[in-house]
Nanobody, 127 residues
């Protein structure tokens, strides 16, 4: 079992920045792709960003490309999401996920295939 705990959410004005962190425990996540998806009430999950086992491959939603940066520190079992130039449409609950992929370079966008996810952290961007 893997437990994921997100932190770093909050309220920020449009154009501002936030850095989300996700700490994993229970077992090493070195062989899991990790990343973030978000969800607003009444809406479907939306993939945001993912990073492969060793961090050599990343994938982003078109809506955040160029504004968000994902990174990971396997020694600390932690993944990060740096969010810059935030927009009101980025408002959502952000969830960290861990995805046991078969290859070290794979990053999947299929949010219903992930093995583990956390409780989420609220990000609110005011206009």
């Amino acid at each position: 079992q893997v437990q994921l705990v997100e932190s770093g959410g909050g309220l920020v004005q449009a154009g501002g920045s936030l850095r989300l962190s996700c700490a994993a425990s229970g077992r090493t996540v070195s062989y899991y792709a990790m990343g973030w998806f978000r969800q607003d009430p009444g809406k479907e999950r939306e993939f945001v960003a993912g990073i492969s086992w060793t961090g050599g491959n990343t994938n982003y939603a078109n809506s955040v490309k160029g504004r968000f940066t994902i990174s990971r520190d396997n020694a600390k079992n932690t993944v990060y999401l740096q969010m810059n130039s935030l927009k009101p449409e980025d408002t959502a609950v952000y969830y960290c996920y861990a995805d046991r992929t078969n290859t070290p370079w794979t990053v999947r966008k299929t949010t219903d295939a992930y093995d583990y996810w956390g409780q989420g952290t609220q990000v609110t961007v005011s206009s």
